[in-house]
Structures are given as structure tokens and as C-alpha cells.
């Protein structure tokens, strides 16, 4: 920001300009959703990005309300500008488009130690588009930052280059697009026993055993949803537990680890499935409205980038629907579920 303020003047003016042309735009021509009206910002209403814009948004507050202290404590650091102290120079709004900017420029590097795994790439955003599936990648070589391809390039042609494992939620607010075929998408599926449960503690022993926490967040990647409702089912299973006869063969691993009843089974797998569809009832459209938005050629840059990736969260919910789904079906035909356990998990 104090860089600009010099214009011409300054070493880095023909880089600021074309950060100014960008405006930490990303290949999509859309900007972060950090600098979205909350208008805009309710076309991710249901997705947790949401959730995630306000919380960065508020993080980013919080450093602009820092500066002047920065400034008066470290004023060695500013001394080559002469302005007035941060907050009085620049108001809020320039600060987050200045962050969102240098924010476009992060690239994730790999085979490189953690503290380098990050680095600056200025002319990264304007000259590159970034996918999840490719093999060109940028990395560290001597303290500088090396884009190495994976084929031979003729002049003109446009390179592609891997982003690092993020989730589409990430390259939504770090770059501004979203990438339709990303191994690395994942949704957060967070499972707690509950606190009020008698045998809580005992329960807590047992999952802690097992790798797991009494708040528990459990990770489901697009096309592996089936293996997610697998991995959750047991600890679910556990929550449901309540004659203290069981929970003390549970605890002394004589017998099933969860041994409940194909009833209660039925139960776990409802609640489970009760779970994903209130999900997509959160959702202001269905997947098949999203197809349609996405099918008009005139759609806003900033609601398709926002339908394209609750579009892509949809998928996953309704493929770990169906594994549940399926999974209630192998119950005997005679399998009622009984009303919910008085202190069955929570899902969030």
C-alpha cells in the first residue's frame, strides 16, 4: 500500500499496476470471495466456505486494527515511509484488496522444508492457471522459486501448474476458481460423544484408544465418500451404547467393540442419513437447478465460480447419501429404528 502511494516512483510500480489489473483476480476473472457484497456471498449459503470467508474476513479486521501497534513498536520497518501511521493512511477496504492481492501470489511449493512450504510468486496470478491434477509444479532452487514443466512448451501456449492439495473451499478464497476434477476436495463431516452421556468418560477412553477424539473431525474426499461412512460408523455405533453391562465388555475389548442391535444399527446409519440430507436441505438450490445455472452462457462470473463449487460439495454429500443409503438397505427387511438414543453422538 505504501508502495503504491509513491507511483511511479517506486522500484515496484510496473508490478503494482499489474496487481491493479488483476485485482487478485483469479483465471476466472473473479475475485476472492473476501471481496464479495453479501449478496454475492449468499450464493454459497449451505457450503462452509461461507463460514470460512466471514471467519478469514474477520482474521483480516483484526490485522488492519493491529497495524498502528506495529507501526509504534517496530517503526524501523516503516521508516523508508514517510506517511501517516497505517489506519490513518488507508482505509479498511484498501487493506483487504491489497490483502487479497498478495494473497493470490501464495504458491505451495513441495519437497521443501515446512518453513519454506510457502512462498511469494508475484507474476504467478497473471502468466499461470492453476489445476490439482497436473505435474508441472513450482519449487524451491536456491532461495528462488522455479516453475519446472512436465512437457515441452511452444511459444504462446499456456501452462498449467499443480496448486498443492487444497480443497476447492481454498482455491475459492485463495485464487478465486474452482476446479471441477480435484482429488484433493474434501468436505468435514465433525462427530462429538456427547458430554451429558453417563458413560462419557468411559466412552472417551475407547475412542482415544482407537485414534480418535471425544470431538472428532472426520475428512471426506470427493469420490472416497463411501470409505468416510465407513470410518464413522463405528464411533457412531459407540455413542449409541448404554447398558453399562456392554460399555464394560467395550472397555475390556471381550466382545464386539460396538455391540448394538440391528435395530440400533438401524438407528446409528438414520441418524447418519437424516445428517446428509439436512446438509442439502441447507443448500438454496438443488444439484439439477445448479446444472441449469451453469448450462446459461450470460451467468455472473462470481454466482457461477459460487454454483460451481456448492455444485461439487452436493456431489459429495449425495454420494455419502447413497452409501448410507445402501448400508440401511443390507438391514434385515424387519429392522425398525427405534427412537434415537437419549445421548447419541453429535453431528455437525
Known amino acids: 500500500m505504501y508502495e503504491k502511494k509513491q507511483g511511479k516512483k517506486s522500484f515496484w ?17 473473479v475475485e476472492s470471495p473476501l471481496l464479495w457484497s453479501e449478496e454475492e456471498l ?24 493491529e497495524l498502528d501497534t506495529v507501526w509504534f513498536m517496530a517503526g524501523s520497518l516503516f521508516q523508508q515511509y514517510p506517511y501517516d501511521i497505517p489506519t490513518e493512511a488507508f482505509p479498511f477496504e484498501i487493506f483487504k484488496q491489497a490483502f487479497v492481492a498478495v494473497q493470490s501470489c501464495v504458491v505451495h511449493l513441495q519437497k521443501v522444508p515446512l518453513a519454506q512450504r510457502f512462498a511469494l510468486v508475484p507474476l504467478g496470478p497473471p502468466l499461470l492457471a492453476y489445476r490439482s491434477n497436473c505435474k508441472a509444479m513450482l519449487s524451491a532452487v536456491n532461495g528462488a522459486v522455479e516453475l519446472v514443466v512436465d512437457r515441452a512448451c511452444k511459444a504462446g501456449e499456456p501452462i498449467v501448474v499443480w496448486c498443492g492439495p487444497q480443497p ?32 462419557y468418560q468411559d466412552k472417551r477412553l475407547v475412542v482415544q484408544r482407537n485414534g480418535k ?29 448404554s447398558d453399562p453391562s456392554e460399555m ?54 462470481r454466482r457461477r465460480v459460487a454454483t460451481e463449487l456448492v455444485r461439487l460439495e452436493k456431489k459429495i454429500l449425495h454420494a455419502c447419501l447413497q452409501a448410507t443409503t445402501e448400508l440401511i438397505d443390507e438391514l434385515p427387511d424387519h429392522t425398525v429404528s427405534p427412537c434415537p438414543a437419549p445421548y447419541a453422538p453429535l453431528l455437525k
Open 13 to 29: 510500480y510496473p508490478y503494482i499496476r499489474e496487481l491493479d489489473r488483476q485485482r487478485g483476480r483469479g483465471q476466472l476473472a
Open 42 to 65: 449468499a450464493y454459497l449459503t449451505g457450503s462452509p466456505t461461507k463460514a470460512e470467508v466471514l471467519e478469514r474476513a474477520e482474521g483480516i479486521k483484526r490485522e488492519y486494527d
Open 168 to 199: 476447492n473451499s481454498k482455491l475459492l478464497i485463495n485464487y478465486g476458481f474452482v476446479d471441477d476434477d480435484n482429488s484433493y476436495d474434501r468436505l468435514v463431516v465433525e462427530a462429538a460423544l456427547n458430554t451429558e452421556d453417563p458413560q
Open 213 to 241: 477424539l471425544s470431538v472428532q473431525v472426520f475428512h471426506v474426499y470427493a469420490g472416497k465418500e463411501k470409505e468416510a461412512v465407513f470410518d464413522m460408523l463405528p464411533y457412531l455405533r459407540l455413542g449409541y451404547v
Open 248 to 301: 464394560q465388555s467395550v472397555l475390556s475389548s471381550q466382545g464386539p467393540v460396538c455391540p448394538v442391535s440391528p435395530c440400533m444399527d438401524r438407528a446409528v446409519r438414520d441418524q447418519l442419513a437424516d445428517y446428509f440430507n439436512r446438509r442439502l436441505a441447507g443448500y438454496l438450490t438443488t444439484l439439477n437447478e445448479d446444472e441449469s445455472l451453469l448450462s446459461d452462457p450470460n451467468l455472473n462470473p
